[in-house]
């Protein structure tokens, strides 16, 4: 719900991954153009170097990367802790930063080397953006990531996940109030260890 809130809000496409890319464990307001590209057995290739890549990439570096991929989008990939087994990290953006940039891409679908992709679906959800929407939104997601608390899948059974009990364990309250969530209070006690990395984008 986060990721598709910052997603939404931001006009940006939002993907977390754990490795190769695709498949990705969860993506909000997908670029249309990536998925067309992505979900083609000839041309996903084409992504390996960019997307497919961003999450050893950004694993590597620790750090924010920016990229731009073979179809001209921008993006970028940042490691995100919220959870303490596993490497995750956050690909954003898949934007275009110019008409020129679009209609080039356009001219590939029409009449260039990925003109067998073209369908009425294609350019569905386009999103244009620039790099300082992309650094935005990254703030954002280190911000979202800092405060995360897992909830249970269901309202009626409030069965404590590990980060709950870690955190009841810690003293801290683990159910943030719905002031907390509306007014973007924190981050919580304990959860600020992305601080850093937040200055180092801003």
Known sequence: RVQESIAGSSGISLLLVEG?????????NNNSVCA???SSPEHVKLCDPFCGAAHE??????????????????????????????????????????????RELAERFRSGDLQSLFSDELFRNVIFADEADLDHAALRVAKAA??????????????????KRKAAAAGQDATPSAEDRRTGVGPRP?????????DSIR
């Open 190 to 198: 304990g959860l600020d260890r992305r601080a850093p990395f937040a």
């Open 146 to 163: 800092r405060e995360f608390i897992e909830e249970p899948q269901s309202e009626a059974v409030d069965s404590p996940t590990p980060l």
């Open 20 to 28: 190769q890319q695709p498949p990705s464990l969860a993506i909000a």
């Open 57 to 102: 990439r950004a694993i590597a570096a620790d750090t924010l990367t920016h990229y731009r991929c073979h179809a001209g989008l921008q993006c970028f990939a940042m490691p995100v802790q919220i959870d303490s087994q596993r490497k995750l990290a956050v690909i954003g953006g898949r934007a275009l930063a110019s008409s020129a940039d679009y």
């Open 36 to 38: 067309a590209l992505q």
